[in-house]
């Protein structure tokens, strides 16, 4: 495969230049951004997938998936004139497990102030068990007595010392220190086809990003509210919970646009590119009233499995407190106006979620929500734009933090990624 086309020699790459590549089951997305005080967009590329490249989120076909980046990063190189040598990925999948654990750790000497020492290993503490844990269920979930997995992503969600909330615990007395951390976790097998992915595209992984996590984290939520984000992809559909606490938990189906695509294609005896239009059009109230009404009772069905699907996922997250009643959309399955109608008039039919989610509002995650993130090239305009640049936000994020906790669990992360 030619990995370096003849226009990428018009500029050399700039060290502050990025690749932000989103692999989606029906789309590579790739955005070429220069990071600064904001991520500044100045390449996109597109490029469609074939059927079997991908798999319930997963990559199935690894040249065939590289092939499919190297033509949407050629496309944006274009754009921009230059190649990135370093990347952000994006990863999603019915295995990649985002999970809160809270650990309280009482300690022995009250009144001798917390110091880094203690805290590394309060954290390492809670980091092998919240592993264990992560990989029990896995193993329980595969019906595998053993799967091996990898700590992707990990951010510090509350700290409280006697149940004071602190930001910084260094420096506190007390006797109860208490930590809430949010992991995620992908299979080995998963992350092993990513990094060949992108041996193969000469990129250096800078960060594998698992993209609930992402979008979540590049919102500005009022975390009082909380929300219940759900990015509707081709192949999976993704469940992201933000709690008073922050982000909570994540949860992926293996349901989402490709199963309608499907499903007119049985029905309506037409190859899946044909289906693909037909569903696309119907999205955009390009029908007449008489095929879109044929359209609507054709997934009727599929529309009550998907949603019991997400009321299953949102039934671990409600034990604690109340379900937030925003839900915000994203991903190219958004566009489809049944599942929007669905989540609101089938939360509120479905008494054991009617109980924790009160009057569901229901909204579309628009490009411009998406923080420090800026287009220059005026192309990034639908829901499912919002993944790819959620990675560029969060890529200048992880560049900017800094502080005393953020660096323990940093290093925290990358011992055990090289365990």
């Not at 007395?173 to 060949?196: C, D, K, M, T, W």
């Not at 994203?330 to 929007?340: A, E, F, Q, T, V």
Request: charged share 30%.
């Amino acid at each position: 495969m030619g990995l370096l086309p003849n226009f990428f020699k018009i500029r050399k790459p700039k060290k502050d230049c990025l690749l932000a590549l989103d692999i989606g089951t029906e789309f590579v997305k790739t955005l070429i951004f220069k990071r600064g005080k904001q991520s500044e967009v100045i390449g996109v590329g597109r490029q469609r997938q074939f059927p079997n490249h991908m798999q319930a989120g997963a990559v199935a076909d690894i040249d065939g998936v590289a092939e499919s980046c190297q033509k949407a990063i050629e496309k944006a190189g274009q754009m921009a004139c230059l190649r990135p040598k370093q990347a952000v990925m994006g990863i999603s999948g019915e295995l990649v497990k985002g999970v809160t654990t809270g650990y309280l750790y009482k300690r022995s000497e009250p009144k001798q102030k917390i110091d880094s020492s203690e805290l590394k290993n309060v954290i390492q503490k809670i980091q092998w068990k919240a592993f264990e844990e992560a990989r029990r269920q896995m193993a329980y979930e595969t019906g595998r007595r053993e799967i091996e997995i990898k700590l992707i992503n990990a951010i510090i969600t509350d700290v409280r010392i006697d149940g004071y909330r602190v930001t910084n615990p260094i420096g506190f007395q007390g006797r109860e220190l208490f930590l809430s951390i949010f992991n995620v976790y992908a299979p080995l097998v998963h992350l092993g086809a990513l990094e060949s992915i992108a041996s193969k595209l000469n990129l250096e992984l800078l960060a594998i990003v698992a993209e609930p996590y992402a979008v979540a984290r590049s919102l500005n939520l009022d975390s009082k509210r909380g929300a219940i984000i759900i990015d509707i992809g081709g192949g999976t559909t993704d469940i992201a919970l933000v709690r008073s606490v922050g982000l909570e938990g994540t949860k992926t189906l293996a349901l989402a646009g490709r199963a309608f695509t499907k499903r007119l294609s049985q029905k309506l005896g037409l190859d899946l590119d044909e289906a693909e239009e037909i569903k696309i059009k119907y999205s955009q109230e390009r029908l007449s009233q008489a095929v879109r009404r044929k359209i609507r009772e054709i997934f009727k069905k599929d529309l009550r499995v998907w949603l019991s699907g997400v009321c299953l996922a949102l039934e671990d997250f409600r034990e604690a407190e109340a379900l937030p009643n925003r839900i915000l959309l994203c991903g190219g399955g958004s566009n489809l106006p049944d599942l929007r109608r669905e989540l609101e008039r089938g939360f509120s039919q479905i008494s054991r979620i009617k109980a924790s989610l009160a009057n569901p509002k229901v909204s579309l995650i628009q490009p411009k929500d998406i923080i420090d993130v800026k287009d220059e090239t005026g192309r990034l305009k639908d829901p499912d734009d919002v993944a790819p640049m959620a990675l560029a936000s969060l890529a200048l994020e992880l560049a900017k933090e800094k502080g005393v906790l953020s660096s323990i669990l940093k290093r925290t992360v990358r011992m055990m990624q090289r365990s």
